[in-house]
């Protein structure tokens, strides 16, 4: 019950976040639900693999969401593929949670290859390379005089 209702939190601000048109939260929001997923599965192995892949995931999940936000009708197709995600796991029903979660896996490689075959992944690139040169994590170029 406490994990259906840890995914039920998830996904109101899930659905909020995309209602509000709010990326940044959006896309955190999606790292929280496959965490909460797969603690939810109670698969320590899973879970610790999750665990060390993290940031990993977190810098990918935003990557990822602006490549495929990219593709029509994408930012809908995830909301709904999250929903369905979700409401297999509070049905109870494995197989439908996985065929759920398989085509959300299926759908973003898809949308992936759509988008660098675009040229969206230079954008991405550029907006990344912005990014973390505004955090600090890289120096900006400097102009020579």
């Known amino acids: ?9 998830i996904m109101a601000r899930m659905e909020e976040a995309h209602r509000t048109g709010d990326f940044d939260d959006e896309a955190e929001i999606d790292v929280e639900f496959h965490h909460a997923v797969c603690e939810c599965a109670h698969n320590i192995i899973l879970l610790h693999t999750l665990r ?26 995830l909301l709904e593929q999250h929903r369905a995600i979700h409401t297999a796991i509070k049905a ?3 197989i439908a949670a996985r ?7 299926t759908y973003v490689e898809r949308s992936m290859a759509e988008a660098e075959r675009s040229g969206d992944w230079q ?17 900006p170029t400097r102009k020579r005089s």
């Open 1 to 9: 019950p406490e994990d259906l209702a840890l995914l039920d939190r």
């Open 52 to 77: 060390s892949c993290y940031r990993l995931l977190s810098e990918g999940v935003f990557q990822n969401r602006l490549l495929v936000f990219g593709v029509p009708g994408a930012r809908e197709a």
């Open 92 to 94: 109870g029903d494995p």
């Open 99 to 105: 065929k759920a979660a398989m085509d959300h896996i």
């Open 123 to 139: 954008r991405v690139s550029r907006l990344r390379l912005r990014q973390r040169s505004d955090a600090g994590d890289i120096e």
